[in-house]
């Protein structure tokens, strides 16, 4: 058992200092299950203060190293960071069974999650980007301190729309300090979020992966369709490093103003999407990793910022490609 620090939040934190025990808290449903792990609410039976429980199988770990690495990635680094957009671990417990990562509660949902529900999988502009910016300076702060999350996706960004649309970064099991300097080898992520380097299998700078998982990430939520896309990992990985993309047209559009008999012919690249919004899009997406704009200065970003005016057209985007996948790691 092991206490990795005290916190504000200590109004679940048992009397004397005692450490907490996995009989201190009622565990109730499923909220989530992971590669390694399943994700249970708790309830701090003594305060009454609802936490979200992840469990480790020790069974499993025990069989599975890339499972042991991910957890102690995860207890190592969430016990460095302290930041209202990344998720908080409050304490571990050691059990015969488990270990048990007592964490923050999100009770929202996953983004990926959240824009299934959406008409055509986007969000207006607006909410796009209340919840970049809560990513984007979630990931400044730990870029500022060395740390690479490596797997940035829809999956792992949890997002409250009762509380304010308060967003909490999840799943540091690829996640290891970096130096902004540094190159890293694992070949590790998502597939559709892999930056031109990761997909070469190259050495590749951390922080600057992350930017560009952002980027997909972004580019998702304003059009609901992937930047980058193939039928073979082949195929994907070449328009990665192409560092092609296109935004989709504006079908609805199209197809309202043929309704209402409007001469105007809308082109096929019409989009949908501001011309501030895109240029951060364009200032992500760089293939070559020195010349994509950092974590940092995209918190200055006109758009980020919501200091630019700009007007983005409501539209249906239709068609598209699948944006869930799974997470994977192998060495060079
Ligand atoms: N602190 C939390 N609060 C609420 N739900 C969570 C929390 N952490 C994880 N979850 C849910 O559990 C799922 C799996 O968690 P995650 O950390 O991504 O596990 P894995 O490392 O196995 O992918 C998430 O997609 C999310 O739905
Ligand atoms: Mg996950």
Known sequence: MHFLY??????????????LQLKDFSIGI??????????KRAVHKESQFTVALKQYDKRHLSKDPNAQESLHKEILILSQVDHPNVMGLF????????????????NGKSLYHYIKK??????????????????????????ENNIVHRDLKLDNILVDPQDGHRVKIID????????????????????HYMDPDISKK???NGHAADVWAMGVILFILVTGKLPFFGDFEQDLFRKIQGAKYVFPTSQQLKDQQNAMGSQRNIRSEEVVVSP?????IRKIFQAESSMRVTAKDLLEDPWVKGISAYSALSTTVQGGQGISDVSIASNL
């Open 202 to 204: 190259k050495d590749y």
């Open 276 to 280: 501030e919004c895109k240029n951060v």
């Open 172 to 191: 540091f099991g690829f996640s290891i300090k970096s130096a902004a300097d540094q190159k890293l080898s694992l070949f590790c992520g998502t597939p």
């Open 30 to 39: 499923l909220i989530g299950a992971g590669a390694f792990a399943t994700v």
């Open 6 to 19: 005290t916190i504000d939040r200590n109004k679940f934190r048992a009397p004397a200092q005692q450490p």
């Open 91 to 106: 304490e571990v417990i050691d059990t015969r069974m488990n270990v048990n990562l007592v964490m923050e509660m999100c």
């Open 118 to 143: 959406k008409e055509s999988m986007r969000l207006p502009e607006d909410e796009c980007r209340i919840i970049f910016r809560q990513i984007v300076s979630g990931i400044a702060y730990l870029h």
